[in-house]
Nanobody, 114 residues
Framework: QVQLVESGGGLVQPGGSLTLSCVAS????????MTWYRQAPGKQRELVAG???????TYSDFVKGRFTLSGDSPKKTVYLQMNNLKPEDTAVYYC????????WGQGTLVNVLS
């Protein structure tokens, strides 16, 4: 079993910054493949950024240049540094990892004032 716990969400003004963390525990052998998704009210869940299986970060176009993904393998943690936040970034942000099964965290709310 793998558990994913997100933290770092909050209320922020447009143009502000937040750093989300996702800490994994359990039988996870690599943080590669850990991915951030988000779901805004009334919208489908969408991919934000993730580490590929070889450890390279990838980003959706709508966050390129604003969000930075990094990881700390010994701590089994990935971070999502979010800068220049916009009201449309408001969503619940989820951490995801695919091992034998699909694992999701409980989510952390990011609310950018409009």
């Amino acid at each position: 079993q793998v558990q994913l716990v997100e933290s770092g969400g909050g209320l922020v003004q447009p143009g502000g910054s937040l750093t989300l963390s996702c800490v994994a525990s359990g039988s996870m052998y690599s943080i590669n493949g850990m991915t951030w998704y988000r779901q805004a009210p009334g919208k489908q869940r969408e991919l934000v950024a993730g580490l590929t299986r070889d450890g390279s970060p990838t980003y959706s176009d709508f966050v390129k240049g604003r969000f930075t993904l990094s990881g700390d393998s010994p701590k089994k943690t990935v971070y999502l540094q979010m800068n220049n936040l916009k009201p449309e970034d408001t969503a619940v942000y989820y951490c995801y990892w695919r091992g034998l099964y699909d694992y999701w965290g409980q989510g952390t709310l990011v609310n950018v004032l409009s």
